[in-house]
T-cell receptor
């Protein structure tokens, strides 16, 4: 059974460019989480969805960040415009209904120059 | 005050020793507690969950929870070099359906 899939795995872009990160949760899971991990701030929850609906976006740093989940098998996290301080590893995780365990994808390493 | 606190380490232990990792949390109403392991350059993976006071054992791993002291720990017996990783403590605060992670403790097991 495939785990959480993220793409791209690595992204290098220049300041001001739009960045779109993609996530496919584990089939049948109904909760999806976007995290950002940096050395300074650790693993931070940005936003999570339940049944494709955003439940808590209090961790989204600012209006430059947006996330969507148009269906149960796909989610995007967009940064527009990107800034060097957005450089981090972005993880997507999913969880099954009634479950407690979050399963993480391999992450996207983003470098904004 | 951080919601979930861990000593960043590194915690260095010799092979075969017991490694003890500690975590404190601020939300007294928290009900679910998790330990994730993260190898360098990889994603976090769940190794233990604990929900009630006391000890929970799984192979070489033991999770301990003391809700009165707002303290959760992870013991790794017979530590192996392959246990060298960062261990993240995560807490599900009351009223929320999400996890708050600590900064992680880096464990180094040397032969």
């Amino acid at each position: 059974d495939a785990g959480v899939i993220q793409s791209p795995r690595h992204e290098v872009t220049e300041m001001g460019q739009e960045v779109t990160l993609r996530c496919k949760p584990i089939s049948g899971h109904n909760s999806l989480f976007w995290y950002r991990q940096t050395m300074m701030r650790g693993l931070e929850l940005l936003i999570y969805f339940n049944n494709n609906v955003p439940i808590d976006d209090s961790g989204m740093p600012e209006d430059r960040f947006s996330a969507k989940m148009p269906n149960a098998s796909f989610s995007t996290l967009k940064i527009q415009p990107s800034e060097p301080r957005d450089s981090a590893v972005y993880f997507c995780a999913s969880r099954g209904q009634g479950g407690e365990t979050q399963y993480f994808g391999p992450g996207t390493r983003l470098l904004v120059l | 005050q951080k919601e979930v606190e861990q000593n960043s380490g590194p915690l260095s232990v010799p092979e075969g020793a017991i490694a003890s990792l500690n975590c404190t949390y601020s939300d007294r109403g928290s009900q679910s507690f998790f330990w994730y392991r993260q190898y360098s350059g990889k994603s976090p993976e769940l190794i233990m969950s604990i929900y009630s006071n006391g000890d929970k054992e799984d192979g070489r791993f033991t999770a301990q929870l003391n809700k009165a002291s707002q303290y959760v720990s992870l013991l790794i017996r017979d530590s192996q070099p392959s246990d060298s990783a960062t261990y993240l403590c995560a807490v599900n605060p009351s009223g929320y359906n999400k996890l708050i992670f600590g900064a992680g403790t880096r464990l180094a097991v040397h032969p």
